[in-house]
């Protein structure tokens, strides 16, 4: 069973930083992509940052780019999300994923939620002007 945990919301001010954990087990994939998402009050989820099991390779979402970094340590199985610079409107409920990487499918395709089958619970940030 494919199981997500996020962990690191909070609340902060704008300016300030914050780093999202997601604890990832289960995985059968043999190349797989975790992704952050994140969903704000009355809009949809979007794609924040994507990261490969193949080769590493990244996707950010020009929002977020210069601001957040996606990593992952494999021998803790989990992926970060380093966020700097925070912003009010960076403010939203952030979700991690993990499905296969299709071949051929570049890892910004993966910033489409509908790509992925397996979520975690959800972490909230909030960032106060």
């Known amino acids: 069973e494919v199981q997500l945990v996020e962990s690191g919301g909070g609340l902060v001010q704008a300016g300030g930083s914050l780093r999202l954990a997601c604890a990832v087990s289960?995985?059968?994939?043999?190349?797989?992509?975790i992704g952050w998402f994140r969903q704000a009050p009355g809009k949809e989820r979007e794609g924040v940052s994507c990261i490969s099991s193949k080769d590493g390779s990244t996707y950010y979402a020009d929002s977020v780019k210069g601001r957040f970094t996606i990593s992952s340590d494999n021998a803790k199985n989990t992926v970060y999300l380093q966020m700097n610079s925070l912003k009010p409107e960076d403010t939203a409920v952030y979700y991690c994923?993990?499905?296969?990487?299709?071949?051929?499918?570049?890892?910004?395709?993966?910033?489409?939620?509908?790509?992925?089958?397996?979520w975690g619970q959800g972490t909230q940030v909030t960032v106060s002007a």
């Open positions: 289960g995985l059968t994939f043999d190349d797989y992509a």
């Open positions: 994923a993990a499905d296969t990487l299709w071949p051929g499918v570049t890892i910004a395709t993966m910033s489409d939620p509908r790509w992925f089958d397996y």
